[in-house]
C-alpha cells in the first residue's frame, strides 16, 4: 500500500516531462511546506544540509539525481542556510549537455554566486562556448548567466560574443544580448561605449520584443545624457502612436491594454527627452492626448499607463489641455476608494504642482483625508506632497504637522529624513525667528541625534548673528528666547548631545547677557548639564567653555565671581579628566579665572562671537620671548623639513648630539597636528604658563569664540572632539560613569546643596512655562481647525467640516463604487471566511465551501483567452495588413540613422509577426493542453497528490480567479 | 536598475522563490526578508499594496495564502508593479494550471525559469505569455 502511494505521488509530480522528482525531494518539500515554525525550518534544513553534503560527494552521480541535489541547495540558501560546500557541483552541472540540466545549473550558479566569487572564472569558459551553441536555448541560458556573472574583468572575455549575438535569427537571443550588453554597460559604461550605437538599432528590431527590451538601456542612457538622444523623439513617438494603436501583437495585450509595459517605458523616456525642450515636447503632445482618451480608467493597469501620462505631461513642457486632462485623472485618483489609487494621486498632484499649482486647492479635502489616514504609506506620501507645496504662507501649519508625525514615529530612516525636511523648510520660509528657533528646539528635542550636527552649527549661527537686519534690540529679544526656552527644556529628563551642546554654547553666550538670570543661576545650569551627561565627553566640553564664558563677562563687567561648590567640585574632576581636551578647558578656565577686569575682556569680549578674529600665524607676538631664550642658550627652531634630516645625521652621530636630538622630537611633538594650529597651540602655551608673560596666551585664546561660530572652524572643533571621544568610549564604555558617581558621592554635600537651588529655580521657573506652553496649545487647536485655509490658502474655512463628514460617509459610499473597489471587497470577504473555516493548514490553498461555487472543471480563465485569442489574432493580422503602409512610413521616418537593411522595414515585421505570431500561439495552446490536460485532469492529479501527502485537498483558489476575471 | 528583488513568501511569512538583482549576502538576505516581511503582512486589505522601505519601496500582492513581493526603487510605477505581480501570476497559472504554493515549490526552477524571461537586470523584458513560456515548453518536450 505505501508503495503504490509512492508511486502515485511520483507519477502525480512526475508528469511534467523532463522534470522529474524522487520521492526524496517530494518528502524535502513537504516537510518545509509543513514546518510551523522557523525553528522547525530549520531543522529541518541543517539535517537536509547533512544529507546532501554526503550525497554530492557520491560518485558517479546521475545527472537528473545531481540537478535535483542542486535545487535541494538552492532551498538551503533560499531558507537562509549556507550551502557553499556544493558550489562547485552547481558550476560543474553547466557544463552539462541536457539543456535543462545545464539551464538549471546556470541558474543556480546566478543564485549562489555574486559576480566577484573565485569561481566565476571557472564559468568564463563554459559561456564562452555556450554563446557559440547551435541550439539558441542554450545561447539564451548562457546570456542569462552573463548578465549576473560576468564582471568588468571579465566583460571582455565574452563581450564580442555578445555583440555577434545581437544580429542572431533568433529574437530571444537578440532581446538578451542586449540586455547583456545594458548590464555591461551598466557595469562599465566605458567598456560599452563604442556599441551604444546599438542600442539605436535595436530599437528598430523587426521584433516587438526586442525592441522593448531596447527600451530599458535607451532609458538609461537618455537619463544620462539627454542631448544626445533628442534626435530619436519621433520614432519613439510613433512607437508609442502604434503601440497605442494596437499594432503590436495580442500576445503583449494586458487586460485589454495594448502592451501597456511598453507604453510605461516609452513615456518614462518622452518625460526625459521633453523636460524644458518646447520643441520636442510639441511631437509628443498629440500622443500623450490619445493615450489620455485611451486609458482604461476602471483598470489598474490603465490607471498605470495614466499615471506614467501624467506624469509625463508635468515634466516635458507645458500644454494646457493635456495638463487638464492630467488634473482630471488626478481628481479621479483622489477621489477613488481604492488606498493604491489614492496613492498614485498623492504622487501625481505632486508632480503637477509644480506647474500648475492651483490645482490643489479643489483636491484639499481628498488631501486632508490622506494625511489623515491610518495607513502611514498613505500619510507619508501626503507629506511628501505637502513638503512639495510648502511656501511661506503655510510653513507653519505643515511643519508643525510634519513634527508632530516626527514625534510619533520609530522607523529611524523615515524619522530622519522628515526631520531634515522640517530643518530645511524651516530655514526656507520661517515667517519669525521666534518660530524657528521653537521648530529647531522640537526637531532637536526628538530627533536630535538623528539630524546633522551642521543643523545645529546653522542655528548658533543664526543665534549669534540674529536675522541680518541693524535691528539689536530684536536680535537680543530673539537671544533671550532663545535662552528662556533651552533653560526650559533642560529640566526634561533626556535631551540629545547635540542639543545639549547647542544649549550651552547658547547658554555660555547669551545666558547673561539681557541680565534676567544671574550668573550664579546659569552656571548652577551648565554644571547640571555636566554632570547629568557625565558620559558624554563632547556636552562636557560645551559647558566648561560655557562656564569659561559666563565667568569671564562677570570678571570683565566688573562683579565678583564665586565659583558655585558644584562648578569647584565639577572643576577639580575635570583637571584630571582623562580627556586632554577637557583638562585643557578646565585649566583655562583656572587660568582666566585668575585674571583682572581688562585682560579678561581683551580674550573673551562679551557677544564677539561673529567678530572675525585675526589669527596671527607666525606667532610674532612670541618674538621677544624667543629672543630671551635664545639669548639664555636655547636651542633656535628647526623646521620641520630641514630637522628629520639633521635626526638622522644626529642618530649617526656621537652621543653628545643625543641629547639634541631629543630636544628635537620634544619640537616635533608640539608640531604634530597642523590643521588646527589655533586650538592645537594652547596646550603648549598652557604647560608652561610661568614661563609665559600673561598677556601672551591670552592673545592665543582669544581663538576660542572663532572656533565656536562659523561652521568650519566650529566643525574642526567638534570633529577633533570626537575623535578622542570615540577612543575613550570604545576603551572604557560605561565604566565612564563609576569615576563620575564616585566623585559626586565624595562631594556628596555639595551636590544636595547645588541640587536644592536647581530644584527651587525650576519651580520658580516653570510657572511662566506653563503659561507658555497653554498659549502654543491655544494657538495649534486654532490652527489645526484652519488647516485646509491655511495649506491651501483659504477659501475653505468653512469645508473642513464636510471633510469630516466625508470621512464618516466612506464606508456606505463603499458599495457603490466602480467593480474593482467591488471586487477587492469580495476579496476580503473570501478572505474573512478562508480565515474563519480554514484549519491553520500551510498546504491548504481551496476552500471547501468555496468549492461548491466555485466550479472546479473549468477554469473561467482560461475558457476566455481560448476564445479571444485565435480571433484577436487574426483581427491584428488583418489591422497589420491593412495598415502597414501607414507603419512603414512611420519607421523609414525615424531619423535614428541607422540604416540597417534588415531591420528599417518593420512592415514586414508587423505583418509577418502576426503569422509567426499565430504559429507559436496555436503550438503553444497545444503545448498547454497537453501538459495540462483538460483542467480537471490536472486538478484531480493535484488532488491525489495532496490528499496523499495528508493534507485538505487543493481546488481552485477562488480568490486568485476573481482578481483574474475582474 | 528598477527592480532589485522579487519575493514570494506565504502567510507564515516563510520563503518560497527569492531573486535578487542585487547582490546581497546570505546574512543580508535573511535579514531584509524578515523586515520586510513583518512590514507586509501586518498590513490590512484596504491599506496600500506599497510600503516604503528604507530607500526603496516594496509592491506586494497577496494571493490566496502567497505573498509576492517586489522591491522597487523609488521613481518605479508602483500600479504598473503591481500588475505585473498579477502578470507573473496569470504565467504561472497558464503553465500549472490553477497555480498554487505547492507547483512553485516542486517546480521551484521553474519559477525561476519565468522570471528569467520576465527580468534581466532589473527591468521588465518580456510581458508575452507566449515567449516566456516558450522555452520551458521547449525544455519540457527536449527531456
Redesign the interface.
Known sequence: MEQLKTIGRELAMGSQGGFYQSKEFLDLVKSIGEARSKAEEDRIVLGEIETLKRRVSEPDIPKRKMKEYILRLVYVEMLGHDASFGYIHAVKMTHDDSLLVKRTGYLAVTLFLNEDHDLIILIVNTIQKDLKSDNYLVVCAALNAVCKLINEETIPAVLPQVVDLLAHPKEAVRKKAIMALHRFYQKSPSSVSHLVSNFRKRLCDNDPGVMGATLCPLFELVSTDVNSYKDLVISFVSILKQVAERRLPKAYDYHQMPAPFIQIKLLKILALLGSGDKQASENMYTVVGDIFRKCDSSSNIGNAVLYECICCVSSIYPNPKLLESAADAISRFLKSDSHNLKYMGIDALGRLIKISPEIAEQHQLAVIDCLEDPDDTLKRKTFELLYKMTKSTNVEVIVDRMIDYMISINDNHYKTEIASRCVELAEQFAPSNQWFIQIMNKVFEHAGDLVNIKVAHNLMRLIAEGFGEDDDSADSQLRSSAVDSYLHILGEPKIPSVFLQLICWVLGEYGTADGKYSASYITGKLSDVAEAYSNDETVKAYAVTALMKIYAFEIAAGRKVDMLPECQSLMEQFLASHSTDLQQRAYELQAVIGLDAHAVESIMPSDASCEDIEVDKALSFLNGYIQDSIEKGAQPYIPESERSGMLNISNFRNQDHHGASSHGLKFEAYELPKQTVQSRIPPATLASTEFVPVPEPMSVRESYPTTIVPSASSDAESTELKLRLDGVQKKWGRQTHSPATSTSSSTSKKTVNGIKQVDGSNTSNSSTWETYDSRKHVEINSEKQKLAASLFGGSSKTEKKPATGHKISKPSSHMVEKSHVRKSSMEIASEKKALVHQPPDLLDFGEPTVQSSDPPSVDPFKELEGLLEPTTQLGSTAAAATNSPDIMGLFTETPGGTHNKDDSDILSSLSKQPVTNMVGGATSTQVAQSSKGPNRKDSLEKDSLVRQMGVTPSSPNPNLFKDLLG | ??IRFILMV?K????R???YYE?LT?EE??AL?GEIVRKCLARN????????H??YKIVYR????LFFLVGVDNDE????I???I??L??TM??????????DI??????A??ML?EMV??G?????????I???I???????
Not at chain 2, 77 to 80: Q, T, V
Open positions: 536598475m528598477g506565504n507564515q511569512g516563510q520563503t522563490l527569492a531573486q547582490w546570505l538576505r535573511r526578508e486589505e484596504q491599506q496600500c499594496s506599497f510600503v516604503e528604507r530607500n497577496r494571493y490566496a495564502s510605477n508602483e500600479l504598473a503591481l500588475e505585473f498579477h502578470l501570476v496569470e497559472d497558464r503553465h500549472f494550471g490553477n497555480v498554487c504554493e505547492l515549490m516542486f517546480h521551484l526552477e521553474k525561476h525559469f528569467e534581466m537586470n527591468s521588465i523584458v518580456e510581458t508575452s505569455k507566449a515567449n513560456l516558450s522555452p515548453q521547449l525544455m519540457e518536450k527536449a527531456s
